[in-house]
């Protein structure tokens, strides 16, 4: 069992490794992460993510409706409730409160799901991924988007600078492409696989690209063991998946439905919100440390909830 999970979370930390040694040879700077991190945001993973919608058969999505709640529960409301105590009780900007909610509430489910998740789940894994996929990137990433915007536009006054801010962050690539591929998929529209083959090859790079720069990040920032990442880091790994558990079991829910949500939840932090704290220049050491942290610690988290699924 150990071997399963380690090989699968093996490449995640190389990776990250690799990226970090290319920044440590002075190969690549913080700019190349940068530039590395826009063409995943608006080009790689749109592309992966309109493939992995359109890919998947109606009938396949509509009979997942039970995994969509429960991941978005499982993402939404930790989410909400960081994003409250980070700017209320702790009094952080709004923008780092939502890079923090995003961080504790979000998993790298479009990132690494697919090379974590296969060896245990099999071929269910790839819907699993495509479902998580749609309730991240049409519920968290706008709510992360529309508060960092809002936190960078304190000039717009009243509804209509809302508007305008809701409106730039529901038109960046990563939230159009889910929904393209939805509404494809529930119109019945056949999307030829000669057009999604020219997709494959750029999606196929976000989780290499996408962790590479990370690392590169990882050895810009310099991770260091502080109470927010160690934190964030119990309650990504721990905390999220294990109430998920308790929870449906309390509820009488058994099989693959449990195994299926609760190792998606367990997955490590992704490298989405390194991006986007690059891209608005907020939070970005916590976020690095973060994100390696939580990528060590989940070959032993995993494991555990694999033990538990007997």
Same mark, same amino acid.
């Given at each position: ?60 999505? =509509? ?17 909400? &409730?960081?994003?409250? $105590?980070?700017?209320? $009780? ?6 780092? /409160?939502?890079?923090? /909610? ?10 690494? &799901? ?6 245990? =789940? ?8 495509a479902v998580g996929a749609c309730v991240i990137n049409i519920v968290i990433v706008p709510a992360?988007?529309?508060?960092? %915007? ?17 409106? *730039? ?6 939230? $159009?492409?889910?929904? $393209?591929?939805?509404? /494809? ?14 997709f494959r090859l750029l999606a196929s790079s976000v989780g290499g690209v996408s962790l590479f !720069? ?21 309650? #990504? ?11 449906? #079991? ?8 449990? *195994?299926?949500?609760?190792? /998606? ?15 608005? %220049? ?20 995993? !494991?555990l909830f694999i033990v538990l699924f007997g």
């Amino acid at each position: 069992m150990i071997d399963t999970v380690v090989g699968a979370l093996l490449p995640v930390v190389v990776t990250l490794l690799f990226g970090a040694l290319a920044g440590w040879l002075h190969d690549a700077d913080q700019k190349v992460a940068t530039a590395l991190n826009m063409v995943v945001l608006h080009y790689a993973l749109p592309a992966a993510l309109f493939v992995g919608t359109v890919s998947t058969p109606r009938d396949t999505l =509509l009979q997942q409706w039970p995994l969509a709640l429960v991941l978005l529960a499982g993402m939404a409301v930790p989410f909400a &409730g960081t994003c409250l $105590v980070m700017r209320h $009780v702790l009094h952080r900007s709004l923008g780092v /409160a939502a890079l923090r /909610a995003m961080g504790y509430g979000l998993p790298a489910i479009p990132f690494t &799901g697919i090379p974590i998740l296969s060896p245990l =789940l099999g071929q269910q894994a790839v819907i699993v991924v495509a479902v998580g996929a749609c309730v991240i990137n049409i519920v968290i990433v706008p709510a992360t988007l529309l508060l960092i %915007e809002l936190d960078g536009n304190k000039g717009g006054d009243g509804a209509p600078g809302v508007l305008s801010v809701l409106g *730039k962050a529901l038109l960046q690539p990563i939230v $159009v492409a889910p929904v $393209v591929g939805l509404v /494809a998929v529930f119109s019945g529209l056949k999307v030829p696989s000669l057009a999604l083959d020219g997709f494959r090859l750029l999606a196929s790079s976000v989780g290499g690209v996408s962790l590479f !720069a990370s690392g590169l990040v990882l050895q810009g920032q310099k991770p260091a063991l502080s109470w927010p990442a160690s934190l964030l880091t119990f309650a #990504r790994n721990m905390l999220i998946p294990g109430i998920t558990f308790v929870a449906l #079991r309390a509820l009488g829910v058994n099989g693959g439905l449990v *195994k299926a949500s609760v190792l /998606a939840l367990a997955l490590p932090a992704g490298p989405m919100q390194i991006t986007l704290a690059m891209r608005y %220049e907020a939070d970005k050491q916590e976020q690095a440390s973060y994100l390696l942290f939580s990528s060590l610690l989940s070959v032993l988290t995993i !494991a555990l909830f694999i033990v538990l699924f007997g």
